[in-house]
């Protein structure tokens, strides 16, 4: 990748990709979103988005129906789909297979971006998570709540701590321009485990208890039950070697609190009966706590009770 960022391909066009590209089309980047629905409307009527940080519709930014249409000539492509819809991944990503291109991958979890390395053996590969309220209201229409901040590091498939590289610096410099709130981190492993820090408990607990942010925030026993899942997931990551400050714990709660009311990713796909991300929030954490012999009882107990209401669920529909 050229360490300028001009031109960027979006592939995931929801509540996350969807804004983020859309800022960065509004900055003056060449942006283009790969869609599979929604397409025409688009092309029609732009990108329209409601935001805390400024309404606005994006004209400028082309609409593509495959990976086969990205230029050659793509700085970037920033992957943004659902972790639940990565079995997509081989057949979307495959007309890219053998080109050297830049990849930002957006997403919940932890240990995604080792798919990628497999799928795509010539790219350079980035990690990003969003601290993002953003919810996709229908086709080319995202309501963005609150916060935006994102995260992003470098991947290696050895999962090794890759540092700030001028590749990285360049992804940074292009959101900033957009006006995104960015941080880069020289760890992508311990990035993630802070963003299943909040992942784990909120998304999870917003299920079970069928409760918003800030219901999950007014109660001392759902503050209980928040704080146990945090404090699991700190000794997991501390069992690695990712060491997660007590206070960090504190911030994301009094962040939690500050936060318009809003129902979480994992809440809109159960009650739209969508699959939920336990594989990549949940099972993909027990595997790595199995391998450093760590014990997750509250996760555990959390990640069963989901299952079930995720198979009843389905057996409704």
């Known amino acids: 990748m050229s360490h300028s960022i001009r031109k960027i391909a979006v592939i995931g066009t929801g509540a996350v990709g969807g804004l983020y590209g859309a800022l960065l089309a509004k900055s003056g980047l060449d942006v283009s979103f790969v869609m599979r629905s929604g397409l025409e409307h688009c092309r029609k009527f732009g990108f329209q988005i409601q935001s805390i940080w400024g309404d606005f519709t994006s004209q400028n930014i082309s609409y593509l129906s495959s990976t086969k249409e990205i230029s050659d000539d793509t700085d970037l492509i920033l992957i943004a789909i659902k972790s639940t819809e990565n079995f997509n991944l081989t057949s979307i990503l495959n007309p890219l297979h053998n080109k050297k291109i830049s990849i930002l991958l957006i997403q919940n979890g932890i240990s995604q971006e080792l798919l990628l390395h497999a799928l795509l053996p010539h790219a350079k590969i980035f990690g990003g998570l969003a601290f993002l309220c953003s ?183």
């Open 135 to 317: 919810v996709k209201l229908g086709p080319g229409r995202i309501h963005h709540l609150d916060y935006g901040d994102l995260t992003i590091a470098e991947s290696q498939k050895n999962e090794k701590s890759m540092g700030i590289s001028e590749e990285l610096l360049a992804i940074e410099k292009i959101f900033k321009s957009a006006q995104v709130p960015i941080q880069l981190e020289e760890d992508l492993i311990l990035a993630r485990w802070k963003k299943l820090v909040w992942n784990i408990p909120f998304n999870g607990l917003s299920v079970l208890l069928n409760a918003k942010t800030n219901e999950l925030m007014e109660k001392k026993s759902s503050l209980q039950l928040i704080r146990g899942l945090m404090e699991e997931v700190q000794t997991a990551a501390k069992m690695e070697g990712k060491k997660i400050e007590d206070d960090f714990l504190e911030e994301r709660i009094r962040r939690t609190a500050l936060m318009k009311p809003y129902p979480t990713s994992m809440k809109l796909d159960y009650e739209n009966g969508r699959k939920m991300e336990l594989n990549s929030i949940y099972h993909s954490v027990f595997q790595r706590a199995k391998n450093s012999n760590c014990s997750l009882p509250r996760i555990q107990f959390l990640a069963n009770a989901l299952e079930y209401l995720e198979e009843m669920n389905c057996n409704h529909e």
